[in-house]
């Protein structure tokens, strides 16, 4: 498989060709053509991308029309750094898999990242098993160092 149809299945889903044709308005043979010579246009790449609500710059960038560094960011880092807190709060929660937004999206990153600490065990499965955070809140237990435990230092 070429790399135009491999990028046409990620954006389609199960959507037919034709579908796909007739969302981006492009002829059909025309699409097929490209997809077959393996050179999906520019502009076709815009259109599909716009048709199924994709990033334009994300796909360009995908299918070779662009490189990163013409987009500005050439990097994940530059990216991050051009990324505002808001967009990576939401991003995590995506990743996360939340749906609905937590009072700690609309809260300043500061004040978000205190109140997140204080969160035991989030509703969507991450954090620690209960036995885990019993443990943790037990205060009786006293650990002391193992002579073996590398991890700490006797001095």
């Known amino acids: 498989m070429n790399l135009a149809m ?12 034709r579908e796909v044709a007739r969302r981006a308005r492009v002829h059909q043979a025309t699409l ?28 360009l960038i995908a299918t070779g029309h662009l490189a990163a560094s013409d987009a500005g960011v050439g ?34 990153i500061g004040e978000a990242v205190t109140r997140a600490g204080e969160v035991i065990q989030a509703p969507f499965g991450v954090g620690g098993s209960s036995q885990d955070l019993a443990e943790v809140a037990n205060e009786s237990i006293v650990e002391s160092p193992q002579e073996t435990d590398a991890d700490f230092d006797n001095a």
């Open 32 to 59: 097929s053509r490209q997809i077959n010579l393996d050179q999906l246009t520019f502009e076709s790449v815009r259109d599909i991308a716009r048709a199924y609500g994709r990033s334009v710059l994300a796909d």
């Open 6 to 17: 491999k990028w046409i299945d990620e954006v389609r889903g199960t959507d037919s060709l």
């Open 75 to 108: 990097d994940i880092d530059t990216a991050l750094r051009a990324a505002s807190d808001e967009q990576i709060v939401f991003e995590v929660g995506r990743r996360l898999g939340v749906v609905e937004l937590s009072p700690l999206f609309d809260a300043p």
